[in-house]
């Protein structure tokens, strides 16, 4: 299993396992690298998308797209 080092800082953003790949919260790593490396939040934003996301390995982490998640929810709710 892949995991993002340092796992110190990472780990927390581990939201569930999918087999043998970790699932991220894209929110949490963007915390993570804020608190840890005192990244602002687009430097986190660009530092994910370039350095950790579709890297193409066949067991790399997936990180889900959390960010609009509650928003979408309470659009949700009110419909029905």
């Given at each position: 299993?892949?995991?993002?080092?340092?796992?110190?800082?990472?780990?927390?953003?581990?939201?569930?396992y999918?087999?043998?790949?970790?699932?991220?919260?894209?929110?949490?790593?963007?915390?993570?690298?804020?608190?840890?490396?005192?990244?602002?939040?687009?430097?986190?934003?660009e530092?994910?998308?370039?350095?950790?996301?579709?890297?193409?390995?066949?067991?790399?982490?997936?990180?889900?797209?959390?960010?609009?998640?509650?928003?979408?929810?309470?659009?949700?709710?009110?419909?029905?």
């Amino acid at each position: 299993m892949i995991l993002y080092e340092p796992q110190s800082a990472y780990n927390k953003a581990i939201i569930r396992y999918e087999g043998d790949r970790a699932v991220y919260s894209l929110t949490l790593l963007i915390e993570a690298l804020m608190n840890h490396d005192s990244m602002t939040y687009i430097e986190a934003v660009e530092w994910i998308s370039y350095n950790m996301q579709n890297i193409g390995f066949e067991d790399w982490p997936i990180i889900e797209d959390d960010l609009n998640s509650e928003d979408t929810t309470e659009e949700d709710t009110d419909e029905e």
